[in-house]
T-cell receptor
Framework: DVKVTQSSRYLVKRTGEKVFLECVQD?????MFWYRQDPGLGLRLIYF???????EKGDIPEGYSVSREKKERFSLILESASTNQTSMYLC????????FGSGTRLTVV | QKEVEQNSGPLSVPEGAIASLNCTYS??????FFWYRQYSGKSPELIMF????GDKEDGRFTAQLNKASQYVSLLIRDSQPSDSATYLC????????????FGTGTQLKVEL
């Protein structure tokens, strides 16, 4: 089975901090995605990557950036965390459909 | 109009009944359709996918696709309390590459 590992299950950060969310997959998949999930809004795509060093903006990229230096690792960066970035963050990799990581619940205070 | 729409529910069905979950999409050229289940506090997990018009069965689950009417549905037979979850419909839109666009989900409650 594909395994997608997100480094933290829960995070609490202060406004203005730089935040790194890490995602690692073990199946050599080229496609990786970052979503956030909020009640009533569903899953919204932030950024995605089709290959190493490659990144594309999703539907809500503002306030975020990403890094993909190695195929198995896709990092989401909040340059200066704000309270409206409090959310559940989900990483996914594409095989047959998507496989999601367990998610990181980020609270910005 | 949202690209992928689902009724938020909750949809309540008695144990043993058939649960019917529906999803409509706006892009007529969409080719691939996925159903995910998400338990509270957990990440979504893939139940099944469908590409062709008609029905696709997998155990107690049946996905139905009608491209002319632009809807896809999920039937759960012999519903169990463990099926209580939020069900997400996802569509690979035309020109979307490998991206999936998700509906906001339907909450299903299976009552004893």
């Amino acid at each position: 089975d594909v395994k997608v590992t997100q480094s933290s299950r829960y995070l609490v950060k202060r406004t203005g901090e730089k935040v790194f969310l890490e995602c690692v997959q073990d199946m050599d998949h080229e496609n990786m995605f970052w979503y956030r999930q909020d009640p009533g809004l569903g899953l919204r795509l932030i950024y995605f990557s089709y290959d190493v060093k490659m990144k594309e903006k999703g539907d809500i990229p503002e306030g975020y950036s990403v890094s993909r230096e190695k195929k198995e690792r896709f990092s989401l960066i909040l340059e200066s965390a704000s309270t409206n970035q409090t959310s559940m963050y989900l990483c996914a990799t594409r095989g047959y459909g998507y496989t999601f990581g367990s998610g990181t619940r980020l609270t910005v205070v | 109009q949202k690209e992928v729409e689902q009724n938020s529910g909750p949809l309540s069905v008695p144990e043993g009944a058939i649960a019917s979950l529906n999803c409509t999409y706006s892009d007529r050229g969409s080719q691939s359709f996925f159903w995910y289940r998400q338990y509270s506090g957990k990440s979504p997990e893939l139940i099944m996918f469908i590409y062709s018009n008609g029905d696709k069965e997998d155990g107690r689950f049946t996905a139905q696709l009608n491209k002319a009417s632009q809807y896809v549905s999920l039937l759960i037979r012999d519903s169990q309390p463990s099926d209580s979850a939020t069900y997400l419909c996802a569509v690979r839109l035309t020109g979307g590459g490998n991206k999936l666009t998700f509906g906001t989900g339907t909450q299903l409650k299976v009552e004893l």
